[in-house]
């Protein structure tokens, strides 16, 4: 999706081992957004982001952390992978107030 | 709190056919809605949003959308659906007084399929 892309498209690793993925922007929106997609949750919101180095919770954030010291990426990594975190993980971008959001492509993560 | 809810895992209609799918909301202010579609191993892409206004919202590939206060509701329809309408669509709200991180709440997906 053009201004956001997110890598890697596809990765495996295995339980316990960390891993990182990244979502880079090219639009300077100020709002990111990490969201988990799963069968029958939908999406699910994992962290978010209103600026550099301001980061806060969604409503699934355990196991996972942020980091945002630029503002055009934002950083989620998985402490110690687990298979409950075998998933899709998409991040999008918002200008804020009555704007949507703008999805990357997606991120496929297993863990085995 | 914000929530959206989609009551219908799947809707099936022929080529041709007017089509609707359904969302409900709850929010404590004002709702700002967005309808988004998704296509197999695709990110999600807009469709349409409502913020104030007409509460009939047309967006993009001939897709509407109807807003409801009374009934809390904002359907998706299509006068007349093709094949390359089969999609997952996403509804999402946010609240109007939900502070300034401007997040979304997504419903749990609507898989569309039209048959030819």
């Known amino acids: 999706d053009a201004g956001i892309t997110q890598s890697p498209r596809h990765k495996v690793t295995e339980t316990g081992t960390p891993v990182t993925l990244r979502c880079h922007q090219t639009e300077n929106h100020r709002y990111m957004y990490w969201y988990r997609q799963d069968p029958g949750h939908g999406l699910r919101l994992i962290h978010y982001s209103y600026g550099v180095k301001d980061t806060d919770k969604g409503e699934v954030s355990d196991g996972y952390s942020v980091s945002r010291s630029k503002t055009e990426d934002f950083l989620l990594t998985l402490e110690s992978a687990t298979s409950s975190q075998t998933s899709v993980y998409f991040c999008?971008?918002?200008?804020?107030?009555?704007?949507?959001?703008?999805f990357g492509s997606g991120t496929r993560l297993t863990v085995v | 709190a914000q929530s959206v809810a989609q009551p219908e895992d799947q809707v099936n209609v022929a080529e041709g056919n007017p089509l609707t799918v359904k969302c409900t909301y709850s929010?404590?202010?004002?709702?700002?809605l967005f309808w988004y579609v998704q296509y197999p191993n695709r990110g999600l892409q807009f469709l349409l949003k409502y913020i104030t206004g007409d509460n009939l919202v047309k967006g993009s590939y001939g897709f509407e959308a109807e807003f409801n206060k009374s009934q809390t509701s904002f359907h998706l329809k299509k006068p007349s659906a093709l094949v390359s309408d089969s999609a997952l669509y996403f509804c999402a709200v946010r609240d109007e007084s939900g502070g300034s991180n401007y997040k979304l709440t997504f419903g749990k997906g609507t898989l569309l399929t039209v048959n030819p």
């Open positions: 929010v404590s202010g004002n709702p700002y």
């Open positions: 999008a971008i918002s200008e804020g107030f009555n704007y949507g959001y703008t």
